[in-house]
């Protein structure tokens, strides 16, 4: 084997480098003359000579101490296997949040998602400039002033904002705020947080302070144009093919009823491999039953009253979760699963726009990215991300962080936070959680969500027009 080679290289170069010593030797004392010169050099050479052996001796003992046969850490003495399992326990996949609560329950299972965590850094998934972001807290517009909060009340008219349970005052300023950022239609276009908030003063007519603000360093990121189209050069363009082809599996989910092709067709003219999903209906008869059967569902939402809306944010989930697992299986297992709802149209440099998101922002604590999110509440961590947090006031709003039309997922992860996300969807005395954007979003305090700002157009789809040309 390749040790034995070792020591027989060392013992050859040990001999050979003794034999061209002892022939400098008698060389020397043939051409030097005196006997008091010869013995000098005759005693130089041998101290030569004694530590090439001694270094020799001791090579040769490092590779003998290599080559002695170890016990194996899975079937060696317990007390070892005990102790390296419980550094192990603690190891954490990259730092994410959705980690924390997996505790690993073999050393096989330590290195095996060691094995992944090195794949993914061969892969280079993430931008490591970026470092790791804290946890987004709940934004919360509590402490403004009755009076600023009695305008606000005014400017919103009737009615009352709806809030988590255990607040004891909403709001009126920042369900306000929301409404003037946030179109209700989703296929209105979003104004900037910066500029609804100059609205807001201006109607409000008084001083709003800085810090009450849904986004922390907007000015990084909360700008139209920062989705103003790239050029690439020839160089980048092939890169980001080559590492899209590696690193990212596509998935096109296909909404029920929806005859569009949009996002399909717009795949293949760019040449980019993808597997289609087919929601399913659940305005048909007996889908209910066979999801909640098969555990696609839970046996609470037999009762559930279905309304074409419902059908379709169930349809929609399902969809999603199903894509999830299928991405985190051995069958289609790599590091980025990208998924595009049908009707969407992808620009057509999707694939080096996502490269270059990935390489050079994205942290790589992240989970999960939205690629259009409506009304991102949270910090902006680079020019084309947001650190999604929660709202603080309102439990799966459905205004804020809306937004699922092309969402990446890390793979390695997805099962650390699928279940929670789960419960918090299928939630019957919380229908609004049904959009799966909104019910990810009241857990990112968990789950590291991050999101591009819909704002920045086109950013990673076509505008409206050009969508409308196509189809």
């Not at 569009?260 to 795949?267: E, P």
């Not at 939205?370 to 799966?396: E, F, K, Q, Y």
């Amino acid at each position: 084997n390749a040790q034995f080679v070792c020591i027989l290289v060392w013992i050859a170069t040990c001999a050979s480098m003794t034999s061209h010593l002892t022939t400098a030797q008698e060389q020397d004392s043939s051409d030097i003359e005196g006997e008091s010169d010869v013995a000098v050099r005759s005693n130089a050479t041998k101290s030569t000579l004694q530590l090439l052996a001694l270094l020799c001796l001791a090579g040769t003992t490092l590779v003998a101490i290599a080559r002695t046969p170890r016990t194996s850490l899975r079937h060696g003495p317990a007390q070892g296997e005990d102790s390296i399992l419980q550094e192990f326990a603690s190891w954490q996949d990259w730092g994410s949040p959705s980690a924390k609560t997996k505790p690993f329950k073999s050393l096989a299972q330590a290195l095996e998602m060691e094995r992944q965590a090195w794949e993914m850094t061969r892969q280079e998934t993430c931008s490591w400039e970026a470092g790791d972001q804290v946890p987004q807290t709940p934004i919360s517009w509590h402490g403004l002033s009755e009076k600023q909060e009695t305008r606000c009340r005014a400017l919103a008219g009737n009615g009352s904002p709806s809030q988590r349970s255990g607040k004891s005052r909403p709001s009126w300023c920042w369900r306000t705020l929301k409404h003037l950022a946030c179109p209700s239609d989703a296929s209105a276009s979003p104004i900037s947080w910066g500029s609804a908030r100059s609205a807001l003063l201006e109607e409000m007519g008084m001083y709003l302070d800085e810090r009450f603000h849904p986004l922390d360093d907007a000015s990084l990121c909360d700008d139209s144009s920062l989705g103003f189209p790239k050029s690439w050069t020839a160089y980048e363009v092939q890169r980001s093919i080559d590492w899209f082809s590696k690193n990212v599996q596509v998935f096109v989910l296909e909404m029920p009823r929806t005859t569009s092709r949009l996002t399909a067709a717009s795949l293949v003219d760019m040449g980019i491999d993808f597997v289609s999903i087919a929601c399913h209906d659940f305005l048909q008869l007996g889908v209910l039953q066979a999801a909640i059967a098969n555990g696609s569902l839970p046996s609470s939402f037999a009762t559930l009253q279905m309304s074409p809306q419902v059908a379709e944010k169930i349809g929609r989930a399902t969809g999603h979760f199903h894509i999830q697992e299928l991405a985190s299986s051995p069958g289609h297992r790599k590091p980025i699963a990208l998924v595009l709802e049908e009707g969407g149209l992808p620009s057509s440099d999707l694939q080096a726009k996502v490269w270059s998101l990935i390489r050079e922002e994205a942290p790589c604590d992240w989970d999960v990215i939205s690629l259009s999110s409506t009304c991102p509440v949270g910090r902006c961590v680079a020019p084309h991300l947001v650190r999604v947090g929660p709202d603080g006031d309102v439990h799966c709003s459905s205004l804020v962080n809306r937004g699922f039309k092309g969402v990446l997922y890390r793979t390695g992860v997805i099962a650390g936070f699928q279940g929670h996300w789960k419960r918090v969807a299928f939630d019957l005395n919380q229908l609004d959680c049904l959009d799966i954007d909104t019910a990810l979003s009241t857990m990112a305090d968990e789950v590291a969500f991050y999101s591009v700002p819909a704002v920045q157009t086109p950013g990673f789809f076509a505008s409206k027009s050009e969508e409308q040309l196509q189809s």
